[in-house]
């Protein structure tokens, strides 16, 4: 069907905490340059499942694979192994584990439901500290302002500067991140998520509090850093507008476990889709 | 060998006991507040130098009483003045003012001691000497693990059984929602505050019977201990922390048989980093999951 | 009303206004005579200053890192330690390990320097050894850091305090008195001669501590600070940037350490406790948490307090009251009162989270005759607003009466409010069972 390389790759992703199966047996693919949406009610683990690819939290069960190569995989242990209450248990051996920044580092980069900024540090701050891992010189030398420090600071504000100019950020860069209006917010959130030059980008609620004409705005700023920057986006949203319009692919979630996936043609026909979220008979 | 060790045993057990009842007050705080109560040691040492000064004046069971009454309104006014304005403000401010509180009570009773040594009365039936098998030993040695044993499960029937027990659960898992379902949050506050400085005065005047003197850093070791012990058996949990006392009591006395009397205090803090590797959550203490 | 002036004028101003404090310092040591009250400056810059190095240093980790350490006089007890222990003159050890035997350690650097180098020697002899405490004190953080930096700040916190207290007790001990001197004082190491050694030496750290705080690692650490999820997120690695930032941090402070073995002349464990600590920390607030210049103030203002302004507090008389209350200690309980003021009521502190600028100098300058007139309609502006916050207040308490007083009647009435949890469902249980 789709022939693109596959970047990202979730199978049978479970998260369960104590007895509660947050995110139930996801299976997920992301193609370059693909947006895919991941849509459900509130509750449904779409951020659970944003946290396990990240490396926030160890999923209970399965795997990540991230530009062909697997990341993160898990199978129920300890405790665990008799509290388990999804499926595939014995299809897994493996336990990898990931740190969010190592996560981070292989080119995975994302924004958060609840915007969290570096209140205490200027916009142009914010940028430049995504790209603080891309440096190489070692404290000493950079406290000591080294000639290799110096270069690689002037190009680290230089690249700060041409990415809020295209995000239209250029202006406030010397304001503190918290004094932005929330919409600006948003877009430097995910300006300082590109600084880390990611492949593949996670997109928590973009439009979330937006409307309609900025929601809209923002849609056509995706498409266009997608292109820009030679992007893969997963992106988490309740605006069916945004996602309707702008994704490929389209997941659901509900109550942890996946109901349906398809082009946004198919969703909105899909009766399982229409029971979720206008409820169905009693 | 029981022989040599047993007197050790023992003395640790009683110690342990001691330090349960501090470890009591720094763990319900911390379960509900987050906050490490720098100041809690120092209200457990004032509440030695009071029981010096009442001691002098007043029979001794009037004494203990008044000692008990004047540990719980210190920790409720230390509540209110220092902690309950800044309950918004950032963590660190909070336990930033825990630490002013801490080293205003230990100024105050160095201005009050002139930074002498007190010496601690005697309460004649505390020391009396019994035998315990080949041991001889005090009877605070006996008292101690009774009470605190006794003490510990009525809290624990008042935190499991009454109205007031289950706010205070229901404020530990979530402080906010808690708020939220009219569970009067103050006056749940307060009431860890009463039941934790009283059992610390409780505490003291078994601790310090144990000893000669007191002076206004007396607090200040068995604090920390006591804290450690909380963490050691999962802060928050009110068995933890005495099954934790009880273990830091006996090791270090158990060192301190083994000749070994400087580094008895250094091994509550290997304890520590060794639990805070192996299992950060302490013995009985429960993964936090921070939501992101 | 923004005046800014350009940068060649600032640093000029800097230098000039450096090189003034340097000259200063350096005259007023030499020519105050000890007798002169005002020789009491010179004392309160000179301790001031050290103050100021561990503050600073501290600062770096509580606000720029946002990490909640409390090592940092067991830290600087090290840095005193090493640095004493290896400048006391051959010729002293009998006098000084009197009841070791002389001790372990027969020779000193800094003589051992001297002799092949002379005066260059004598500086580089007590330079080495201070360093030397530093990088001691440094691979101890590092290794402390190993199990507790990947933990909640709050263990950090009670971890380090506790292991200043084994410091105290290690360095106390009997068997490793040859070394330590047991539990007497350490006596007659080499000192520095000018009052402008301790303030030059802090300065320099100072320095290097604002350069690291502007450096990208700085931007690192403070998106720490800010938001540990977030600074994960953008690919920075906590844990490895949580170490750099303990270990110089406790290098910083176990040059002070050395600074103020120095200053006393004689050194023991025993004041290095939990209260030495707290003071540090105290000085840190008083100065604006994320704020080195603040650290530097506060400092200077701490110490001056202490050592001087409130001195009469003690001894019974001040600004011309006397009291029979004035007696020892009623200095430091004042001092405690008053920090815990600041602590309740001015929290930000003295400089916030900023730092000193020539050009906010220069304005505040310019504004402050206008500042001062505007200062009473002003506090009748807070006071109002405060009034009303009051009022809203007793609104908002009388509605909650209200509202409490409905609840129980809809409770008397046999209506339930809320389901009770279930025991097993807390923090809070006596048995796990069930579970």
């Given at each position: 069907?789709?022939?693109?390389?596959?970047?990202?790759?979730?199978?049978?992703?479970?998260?369960?905490?104590?007895?509660?199966?947050?995110?139930?047996?996801?299976?997920?693919?992301?193609?370059?340059?693909?947006?895919?949406?991941?849509?459900?009610?509130?509750?449904?683990?779409?951020?659970?499942?944003?946290?396990?690819?990240?490396?926030?939290?160890?999923?209970?069960?399965?795997?990540?694979?991230?530009?062909?190569?697997?990341?993160?995989e898990?199978?129920?242990?300890?405790?665990?192994?008799?509290?388990?209450?999804?499926?595939?248990?014995?299809?897994?051996?493996?336990?990898?584990t990931?740190?969010?920044?190592?996560?981070?580092?292989?080119?995975?980069?994302?924004?958060?439901?609840?915007?969290?900024?570096?209140?205490?540090?200027?916009?142009?701050?914010?940028?430049?500290?995504?790209?603080?891992?891309?440096?190489?010189?070692?404290?000493?030398?950079?406290?000591?302002?080294s000639?290799?420090?110096?270069?690689?600071?002037?190009?680290?504000?230089?690249?700060?500067?041409?990415?809020?100019?295209?995000?239209?950020?250029?202006?406030?860069?010397?304001?503190?991140?918290?004094?932005?209006?929330?919409?600006?917010?948003?877009?430097?959130?995910?300006?300082?998520?590109?600084?880390?030059?990611?492949?593949?980008?996670?997109?928590?609620?973009?439009?979330?509090?937006?409307?309609?004409?900025?929601?809209?705005?923002?849609?056509?700023?995706?498409?266009?850093?997608?292109d820009?920057?030679?992007?893969?986006i997963?992106?988490?949203?309740?605006?069916?507008?945004?996602?309707?319009?702008?994704?490929?692919?389209?997941?659901?979630?509900?109550?942890?476990?996946?109901?349906?996936?398809?082009?946004?043609?198919?969703?909105?026909?899909?009766?399982?889709?229409?029971?979720?979220?206008?409820?169905?008979?009693? | 060998?029981l022989?040599?060790?047993?007197?050790?045993?023992?003395?640790?057990?009683?110690?342990?006991?001691?330090?349960?009842?501090?470890?009591?007050?720094?763990?319900?705080?911390?379960g509900?507040?987050?906050?490490?109560?720098?100041?809690?040691?120092?209200?457990?040492?004032?509440?030695?130098?009071?029981?010096?000064?009442?001691?002098?004046?007043?029979?001794?069971?009037?004494?203990?009483?008044?000692?008990?009454?004047?540990?719980?309104?210190?920790?409720?006014?230390?509540?209110?003045?220092a902690?309950?304005?800044?309950?918004?403000?950032?963590?660190?401010?909070?336990?930033?003012?825990?630490?002013?509180?801490?080293?205003?009570?230990?100024?105050?009773?160095?201005?009050?001691?002139?930074?002498?040594?007190?010496?601690?009365?005697?309460?004649?039936?505390?020391?009396?000497?019994?035998?315990?098998?080949?041991?001889?030993?005090?009877?605070?040695?006996v008292?101690?693990?009774?009470?605190?044993?006794?003490?510990?499960?009525?809290?624990?029937?008042?935190?499991?059984?009454?109205?007031?027990?289950?706010?205070?659960?229901?404020?530990?898992?979530?402080?906010?929602?808690?708020?939220?379902?009219?569970?009067?949050?103050?006056?749940?506050?307060?009431?860890?505050?009463?039941?934790?400085?009283?059992?610390?005065?409780?505490?003291?005047?078994?601790?310090?019977s144990?000893?000669?003197?007191?002076?206004?850093?007396?607090?200040?070791?068995?604090?920390?201990?006591?804290?450690?012990?909380?963490?050691?058996?999962?802060?928050?949990?009110?068995?933890?922390?005495?099954?934790?006392?009880?273990?830091?009591?006996?090791?270090?006395?158990?060192?301190?048989?083994a000749?070994?009397?400087?580094?008895?205090?250094?091994?509550?803090?290997?304890?520590?980093?060794?639990?805070?590797?192996?299992?950060?959550?302490?013995?009985?203490?429960?993964?936090?999951?921070d939501?992101? | 009303?923004?005046?800014?002036?350009?940068?060649?004028?600032?640093?000029?101003?800097?230098?000039?206004?450096?090189?003034?404090?340097?000259?200063?310092v350096?005259?007023?040591?030499?020519?105050?005579?000890?007798?002169?009250?005002?020789?009491?400056?010179?004392?309160?810059?000179?301790?001031?200053?050290?103050?100021?190095?561990?503050?600073?240093?501290?600062?770096?980790?509580?606000?720029?890192?946002?990490?909640?350490?409390?090592?940092?006089?067991?830290?600087?007890?090290?840095?005193?330690?090493?640095?004493?222990?290896?400048?006391?003159?051959?010729?002293?050890?009998?006098?000084?390990?009197?009841y070791?035997?002389?001790?372990?350690?027969?020779?000193?650097?800094?003589?051992?320097?001297?002799?092949?180098?002379?005066?260059?020697?004598?500086?580089?002899?007590?330079?080495?050894p201070?360093?030397?405490?530093?990088?001691?004190?440094?691979?101890?953080?590092?290794?402390?850091?190993i199990?507790?930096?990947?933990?909640?700040?709050?263990?950090?916190?009670?971890?380090?305090?506790?292991?200043?207290e084994?410091?105290?007790?290690?360095?106390?001990?009997?068997?490793?008195?040859?070394?330590?001197?047991g539990?007497?004082?350490?006596?007659?190491?080499?000192?520095?001669?000018?009052?402008?050694f301790?303030?030059?030496?802090?300065?320099?750290?100072?320095?290097?501590?604002?350069?690291?705080?502007?450096?990208?690692?700085?931007?690192?650490?403070?998106?720490?600070?800010?938001?540990?999820?977030?600074?994960?997120?953008?690919?920075?690695?906590?844990?490895?940037h949580?170490?750099?930032?303990?270990?110089i941090?406790?290098?910083?402070?176990?040059?002070?350490?050395?600074?103020?073995?120095?200053?006393?002349?004689?050194?023991?464990?025993?004041?290095?406790?939990?209260?030495?600590?707290?003071?540090?920390?105290?000085?840190?607030?008083?100065?604006?948490?994320?704020?080195?210049?603040?650290?530097?103030?506060?400092?200077?203002?701490?110490?001056?307090?202490?050592?001087?302004?409130?001195?009469?507090?003690?001894a019974?008389?001040?600004l011309?009251?006397?009291?029979?209350?004035?007696?020892?200690?009623?200095?430091?309980?004042?001092?405690?009162?008053?920090?815990?003021?600041?602590?309740?009521?001015?929290?930000?502190?003295?400089?916030?989270?900023k730092?000193?600028?020539?050009?906010?100098?220069?304005?505040?300058?310019?504004?402050?005759?206008?500042?001062?007139?505007?200062?009473?309609?002003?506090?009748?502006?807070?006071?109002?607003?405060?009034?009303?916050?009051?009022?809203?207040?007793?609104?908002?308490?009388?509605?909650?009466?209200e509202?409490?007083?409905?609840?129980?009647?809809?409770?008397?009435?046999?209506?339930?409010?809320?389901?009770?949890?279930?025991?097993?469902?807390?923090?809070?249980?006596?048995?796990?069972?069930?579970?």
């Amino acid at each position: 069907m789709d022939n693109r390389e596959v970047v990202l790759r979730l199978s049978d992703i479970t998260m369960q905490f104590g007895g509660v199966v947050a995110v139930d047996n996801l299976n997920l693919v992301v193609h370059k340059n693909e947006i895919v949406g991941l849509i459900g009610p509130n509750g449904a683990g779409k951020t659970t499942a944003f946290n396990c690819i990240t490396g926030v939290y160890e999923p209970t069960n399965g795997s990540v694979e991230i530009n062909g190569k697997v990341v993160i995989e898990n199978h129920p242990q300890g405790k665990m192994k008799e509290a388990y209450k999804g499926r595939n248990a014995g299809k897994y051996t493996k336990a990898i584990t990931m740190l969010p920044d190592k996560v981070t580092k292989l080119g995975v980069a994302r924004t958060f439901q609840n915007i969290r900024l570096f209140k205490g540090m200027t916009v142009l701050e914010n940028v430049m500290v995504a790209m603080h891992m891309n440096q190489t010189e070692s404290v000493f030398g950079a406290t000591f302002r080294s000639k290799k420090a110096r270069t690689e600071e002037a190009a680290m504000r230089a690249e700060a500067e041409e990415l809020l100019r295209k995000v239209e950020l250029f202006e406030n860069r010397n304001d503190l991140a918290t004094s932005l209006p929330y919409g600006k917010q948003r877009h430097l959130e995910i300006a300082r998520a590109l600084a880390t030059h990611p492949s593949i980008l996670l997109l928590d609620e973009p439009a979330a509090g937006m409307n309609p004409q900025e929601s809209d705005d923002l849609m056509k700023f995706i498409g266009r850093i997608r292109d820009e920057f030679d992007l893969s986006i997963l992106m988490i949203e309740h605006h069916m507008q945004v996602i309707m319009g702008i994704c490929e692919h389209i997941y659901v979630l509900n109550y942890g476990g996946q109901i349906a996936d398809g082009t946004p043609a198919e969703i909105q026909a899909n009766p399982a889709v229409i029971e979720a979220y206008l409820g169905g008979d009693e | 060998m029981l022989q040599t060790w047993l007197p050790y045993i023992l003395a640790g057990i009683a110690v342990g006991g001691q330090y349960a009842l501090i470890a009591i007050g720094y763990t319900m705080v911390y379960g509900i507040l987050r906050l490490i109560n720098f100041a809690h040691g120092d209200v457990f040492m004032w509440s030695g130098l009071i029981m010096v000064y009442l001691i002098t004046v007043l029979p001794l069971w009037v004494s203990v009483i008044l000692v008990i009454i004047f540990a719980i309104v210190l920790g409720t006014t230390i509540e209110k003045v220092a902690y309950r304005p800044l309950r918004s403000a950032p963590r660190m401010s909070i336990m930033i003012s825990a630490i002013g509180v801490s080293y205003l009570l230990q100024n105050f009773a160095l201005y009050i001691t002139g930074g002498l040594t007190k010496t601690y009365p005697e309460i004649g039936f505390l020391q009396k000497t019994i035998k315990i098998g080949s041991a001889t030993t005090k009877m605070v040695t006996v008292i101690t693990p009774v009470l605190t044993i006794v003490l510990v499960f009525l809290l624990v029937m008042l935190i499991k059984h009454t109205k007031i027990g289950m706010a205070m659960r229901a404020v530990s898992r979530d402080f906010e929602t808690s708020s939220l379902m009219g569970i009067d949050i103050n006056r749940v506050i307060t009431v860890t505050f009463v039941i934790g400085c009283g059992l610390a005065a409780i505490g003291s005047v078994l601790y310090f019977s144990n000893y000669t003197g007191i002076n206004p850093m007396s607090g200040a070791m068995p604090g920390l201990k006591a804290f450690v012990a909380a963490v050691f058996g999962g802060i928050g949990s009110v068995p933890g922390a005495v099954v934790g006392a009880f273990v830091i009591g006996i090791c270090e006395n158990l060192i301190k048989g083994a000749g070994w009397t400087t580094f008895s205090d250094a091994f509550t803090f290997v304890l520590l980093i060794v639990i805070l590797m192996v299992k950060p959550t302490g013995l009985f203490g429960e993964k936090n999951i921070d939501k992101v | 009303m923004e005046t800014t002036l350009n940068k060649k004028t600032k640093s000029v101003l800097s230098v000039a206004a450096i090189a003034l404090f340097l000259v200063f310092v350096y005259l007023g040591d030499i020519m105050i005579s000890p007798g002169s009250s005002w020789k009491m400056l010179i004392t309160v810059i000179e301790k001031g200053s050290i103050y100021a190095l561990v503050a600073a240093s501290m600062n770096l980790l509580n606000g720029f890192t946002g990490l909640f350490s409390l090592g940092q006089a067991g830290f600087m007890l090290i840095g005193a330690y090493t640095y004493a222990i290896f400048t006391i003159p051959a010729a002293s050890h009998d006098a000084v390990y009197q009841y070791f035997e002389g001790g372990a350690i027969k020779w000193s650097i800094v003589e051992a320097l001297e002799g092949s180098l002379g005066v260059f020697g004598h500086y580089l002899g007590m330079l080495i050894p201070m360093l030397g405490a530093g990088l001691l004190v440094a691979v101890i953080a590092f290794l402390i850091g190993i199990p507790v930096l990947r933990l909640k700040s709050d263990y950090l916190a009670i971890a380090t305090l506790g292991f200043a207290e084994i410091l105290r007790a290690f360095f106390q001990w009997n068997t490793l008195g040859p070394v330590t001197n047991g539990s007497n004082v350490l006596r007659k190491y080499t000192t520095y001669g000018n009052a402008i050694f301790p303030v030059l030496i802090s300065m320099l750290c100072i320095a290097i501590i604002l350069l690291l705080i502007n450096s990208t690692y700085g931007r690192a650490f403070r998106a720490i600070r800010d938001d540990e999820i977030a600074a994960e997120a953008m690919g920075i690695n906590l844990f490895k940037h949580k170490e750099i930032s303990f270990v110089i941090s406790s290098f910083f402070a176990g040059i002070s350490g050395a600074l103020l073995a120095m200053f006393q002349t004689t050194i023991n464990a025993t004041p290095f406790n939990t209260v030495m600590t707290y003071e540090i920390l105290l000085i840190v607030v008083i100065g604006g948490i994320g704020s080195i210049t603040g650290s530097v103030i506060g400092a200077f203002l701490f110490t001056a307090a202490s050592e001087w302004w409130l001195r009469g507090l003690d001894a019974g008389r001040w600004l011309g009251i006397s009291a029979s209350f004035m007696r020892p200690g009623f200095r430091k309980v004042v001092f405690a009162v008053l920090i815990m003021l600041i602590v309740l009521f001015y929290s930000r502190g003295i400089m916030g989270d900023k730092e000193f600028s020539w050009d906010r100098f220069i304005s505040g300058l310019k504004n402050l005759p206008a500042n001062l007139k505007a200062w009473p309609s002003r506090r009748k502006a807070k006071a109002a607003a405060k009034r009303e916050a009051r009022a809203a207040n007793a609104a908002a308490r009388s509605r909650a009466k209200e509202a409490k007083a409905s609840n129980e009647a809809r409770k008397a009435s046999g209506e339930a409010l809320f389901t009770p949890l279930e025991v097993s469902d807390t923090v809070i249980v006596f048995d796990k069972e069930g579970k």
